[in-house]
């Protein structure tokens, strides 16, 4: 990566920015090559012709997102055709760049690693809400995705204890107790709610 300058921070008060924020693309961005991308702590995304970036993740999205693989890296053990992918599962999409909090590829579908973002749609998008999404936003992104070839998206809000499940013909809200319902393109994929929030309910 090219060394660049350190810059001024300039505090301002939380309240006068809102997230996503829009940063300057740096000189020679290209979104097909990590290495020109701003070396920032938190996420960024490419979609829109803007950077966009968020922070961190607190504490519930953290602990969420654990939860969210481990029930996932479970069930591929027992499906091998899959991949499942985490810390921001990069990918470009019709030119845009974005970042999952896990995701489901068919292994069919990927060819070998070669250190950049994947360019095939994934069966599978899992968004985790931290403290500064709402559901509005993240259905937002549900639908970009799905307008990718994703064939199903997963919205998780630890804070309020339920989970949308997205297809193009449909929206699924699911809470403690239920399940979260199969995709015929994931066998038998339809892990409980709780297993999603276990860490954070203390179990």
């Known amino acids: 990566m090219v060394a660049r300058a350190p810059e001024e921070l300039v505090p301002v008060p939380r309240s006068a920015v809102r ?3 829009e940063l300057q693309l740096p000189d ?3 979104a097909s090559e990590p290495d020109t991308w701003p070396n920032v702590e938190g996420s960024v995304e490419f979609y829109g012709g803007k950077l966009l970036y968020m922070p ?6 953290q602990d969420t997102v654990v939860d969210v693989i481990a029930a996932l890296a479970i069930w591929r053990k027992a499906h091998r055709d899959f991949i499942v992918a985490g810390n921001e599962a990069g990918m470009i999409l019709d030119g845009e760049a974005r970042g999952a909090d896990a995701a489901v590829w068919r292994r ?10 994947r360019r095939v749609p994934p069966i599978l998008a899992v968004e985790i809400a931290g403290e500064l999404d709402d559901e509005a936003t993240l259905t937002t992104k549900a639908k970009w995705y799905l307008a990718r ?44 709610f709780d297993e999603l929030v276990e860490q954070i309910d203390g179990r």
């Open 56 to 61: 961190p993740s607190a504490d519930r999205q």
């Open 149 to 192: 070839r994703v064939e199903v998206v997963w919205l998780v809000f630890p804070a309020s204890r339920h989970a949308l499940v997205l297809t193009k013909s449909a929206t699924r809200k699911v809470g403690p107790g239920e399940r979260l319902p199969p995709h015929p393109a994931l066998p038998e994929l339809a892990p409980l």
């Open 28 to 30: 020679g961005f290209v």
């Open 108 to 117: 069919s579908d990927l060819g070998p690693h070669v250190g950049k973002f």
């Open 19 to 21: 997230f996503p924020l």
